[in-house]
């Protein structure tokens, strides 16, 4: 390996060609690294990543398969594995990736107990399950071996694997209270959490002597690999309650946690925020060089205006303690009502201009900031947020991309998100400015002044590289369609919730946008919509609570002259459906609302949020959680739009308009079987009432047909799907379940 730590041979040279687009010449060039691979493989994959984006996915997987022999012959067996998944990535249905496979994992797993049973097992040999499946099954299996620590989070605690048993199926475990335990493999690897060896539970049971003593050596030692361990922040009480006990006494807490709490504030790798008594601990994500002389001046300055504040602040600026300047804008920050580091920032980009001063001081605040598009985002006016983008921009270095995506979901919509577009679209970061929007698109009305702007963006056909996939053809355009009905869906929903607090501005806004421009929008959809796609938003119009009486008149005269068939035929439907009222009783029909509201409020917004996340999984075009979201999305809505219809027929059986004389609906029927001699009872209600195990039964049912305007004594055949049968009416009267 390099001192670098990165390949030496090619690399540079094929990240070259790569951007040139000589694909040719990025093979030739891997070839001849791979006879002289000492260093990372992780470049190669990367490259290989960006072949198969590029549309080169056969060439990226053949590279890949001479990438993973000299990795596996140089004992490097983690990189080869590493190297087939992508490939397997790439190619989940290329046959030759299986026997390649099958060898890098012998050879990684060389030596491990029951490795060929596991390999068997997981449906490796043969072709009965997919590569990948059957290679994430035996990895499963492979999980825990002899010498393991593991954790049961029931209550048995940490154990010890003794052994593994292929053959038998089995994991032999010591817990503590619980020795010799004995699980299915399967059940080990989804009911326990294999520990590493330096784990603080692990730690407690097997190094007790040696963690009492660095309690009290380094106490802040103990409070980093128990943040390490839990990997997750913790408050003050938690930390306590996690190894007051264990490793310190609890009437050694106190003089513990001080000496702790002194070298935490000095620590490079624990951040410690909120109040004294009960303060949150976490790791950084990266360690912070202090500098405790600014800090010490910063402790000592207890400012008496928001002014003097800043004022130091901007000295801080000027003795180059840039690292602290944040810090110090948060502090002041804490006790005012507008933030100082957004006043700080808006008051030196405002200054001028031509002030270098000034600018290089903007400068240096933007660059202290963990998170500078919101602090850009919450500055006052679109100007001041639009230069200081420019300057984000300048500061950024090979990152801009990133930065300034990020910022795109926190500046205010108009000019500043313009910009943002525009730079990313000109400078040739269209996948950057993809994700933004998809991100955004994917928030919908939770941040209804964003998405409208994206969506008459997309709808008026700007940034057409990225909304269009203009270059990479794998990535499908933003389809048009979808978020025309995602936004129908959304409209639809928040109207319906106007009166239960939903935001009435937002309900206004987005209904304003849909009718603005003569239904712009609608009218740019339907030019490529089919007769399916046209009844569809005709239907989701008709329905829609979000869309005024003369909105609906609206769509449907554009809806009538790019396709008239749709009106047509859904007019007629309708009709018929008006015909046919639903008769049920008040049970049923507050069962059916029921379900309806479920579907409303519950399905389709966890849908919503279901969409949100997988789009927030980056590519869409082989997004397998976002298509499934989408196919579930178009399932709800016509469940709903099916049952809004329905209820809308429905009429509630009222006694007072029944003749509880003869069978019919409302009544309770006794019937004798002439043929068996069996009695049966049989109530009369509407389709959404019927019970089978309760002799409930729908008037339209084939049954209450045969038997409907029949008094008692008399007889009747009726027509049911087994046969006929003949039934004699012994008795009628109004249904106690009416």
Wanted: negative net charge; hydrophobic residues 45%; aromatic residues 6%.
């Amino acid at each position: 390996m390099s001192d670098t730590g990165t390949p030496t041979v090619g690399l540079a040279d094929l990240r070259q060609a790569l951007a040139a687009g000589r694909y040719d010449r990025v093979e030739e060039l891997w070839l001849a690294a791979c006879e002289h691979l000492d260093g990372e493989a992780g470049p190669y994959l990367e490259v290989a990543r960006a072949l198969a984006a590029a549309g080169e996915r056969e060439r990226a997987v053949a590279l890949l398969l001479t990438l993973a022999p000299p990795l596996r012959e140089a004992g490097r067996t983690s990189d080869a594995l590493e190297a087939l998944r992508e490939a397997l990535r790439v190619a989940p249905r290329d046959k030759t990736l299986r026997e390649e496979m099958r060898t890098a994992l012998r050879a990684h797993y060389q030596g491990r107990e029951g490795l060929e049973i596991f390999l068997e097992r997981a449906g490796l040999p043969g072709d009965r399950v997919p590569t990948a499946q059957a290679v994430e099954a035996f990895e499963r299996y492979m999980t825990f071996q002899a010498g393991d620590y593991a954790f049961h989070a029931s209550g048995w605690g940490v154990g010890r694997v003794r052994g593994v048993d292929a053959t038998l199926d089995q994991v032999r475990i010591d817990f503590e209270g619980r020795r010799g335990h004995l699980m299915t493999v399967e059940g080990a690897v989804t009911s326990l959490q294999r520990l590493p060896l330096g784990h603080l539970w692990v730690r407690q049971r097997e190094d007790r002597e040696a963690l009492l003593a660095l309690a009290t050596e380094s106490p802040v030692e103990v409070v980093r690999l128990t943040l390490q361990s839990l990997a997750r922040p913790m408050a003050l009480r938690e930390l306590r309650a996690e190894i007051a006990g264990p490793v310190v006494e609890a009437k050694a807490w106190s003089a513990f946690w001080g000496k702790a709490r002194e070298a935490i504030k000095h620590d490079r790798f624990i951040e410690m925020k909120g109040p004294p008594t009960n303060p949150t601990l976490s790791l950084r994500t990266r360690p912070v060089e202090f500098e405790e002389g600014a800090r010490a001046r910063m402790a000592a300055a207890r400012m008496r205006s928001l002014e003097d504040e800043l004022s130091h602040v901007e000295g801080l600026l000027k003795e180059g303690a840039t690292a602290l300047v944040l810090e110090a804008a948060l502090q002041i920050e804490a006790g005012r009502d507008r933030p100082a580091v957004r006043l700080l920032t808006a008051k030196l980009l405002g200054a001028a201009a031509g002030d270098d001063a000034a600018v290089g001081a903007a400068d240096a605040l933007l660059r202290a900031a963990p998170d500078p598009g919101r602090v850009i985002g919450e500055l006052p006016g679109e100007a001041i947020q639009v230069r200081a983008l420019t300057r984000l921009r300048a500061l950024a270095g090979e990152s801009w991309r990133d930065v300034l995506g990020a910022a795109f979901l926190q500046v205010a919509p108009g000019a500043p998100m313009a910009a943002l577009a525009e730079a990313l679209e000109g400078d040739g970061a269209p996948e950057t400015l993809r994700g933004a929007l998809e991100k955004v698109l994917a928030l919908g009305a939770a941040d209804p002044d964003r998405y409208l702007w994206v969506l008459r963006a997309v709808f008026a056909g700007r940034y057409s590289r990225a909304v269009d996939g203009t270059g990479r053809p794998s990535r499908p355009p933003l389809n048009r369609f979808d978020l025309l009905v995602r936004f129908l869906q959304q409209l639809d929903g928040l109207a319906r919730e106007e009166g239960e607090g939903a935001d009435r501005k937002a309900v206004g806004r987005m209904r304003t946008a849909f009718g603005a421009g003569d239904f712009a929008w609608m009218r740019q959809v339907l030019d490529g919509a089919n007769l399916d796609d046209a009844r569809r938003l005709f239907q989701l119009s008709l329905y829609n609570k979000g869309i005024t009486e003369k909105g609906v008149e609206g769509v449907r005269l554009l809806i009538f002259h790019s396709h008239p068939e749709a009106i047509s035929s859904e007019a007629s439907s309708r009709g018929e459906a008006e015909e046919e009222v639903i008769l049920v009783s008040r049970r049923g029909l507050a069962a059916r609302q029921a379900e309806f509201d479920h579907v409303m409020h519950v399905d389709i917004p966890e849908n919503q949020a279901d969409i949100g996340r997988a789009a927030g999984f980056g590519d869409l075009s082989e997004n397998a959680e976002y298509t499934a979201a989408l196919e579930r999305q178009r399932f709800l809505t016509t469940r709903a739009n099916e049952m809004r219809q329905s209820l809308e027929r429905a009429r509630v059986l009222e006694a007072e308009g029944l003749d509880f004389s003869r069978a019919g609906p409302g009544t309770e029927v006794s019937c004798l079987n002439l043929g068996t001699g069996a009695r049966e009872v049989y109530h009369i209600l509407g389709p959404w009432d019927v019970d089978q195990g309760h002799g409930v039964i729908s008037y339209q049912a084939p049954l209450a047909r045969g038997l409907r305007g029949r008094l008692p004594g008399e007889e009747t055949d009726v027509e049911l799907p087994g046969g006929t049968v003949r039934l004699r009416v012994e008795g009628v009267r109004r249904s106690d379940r009416l």
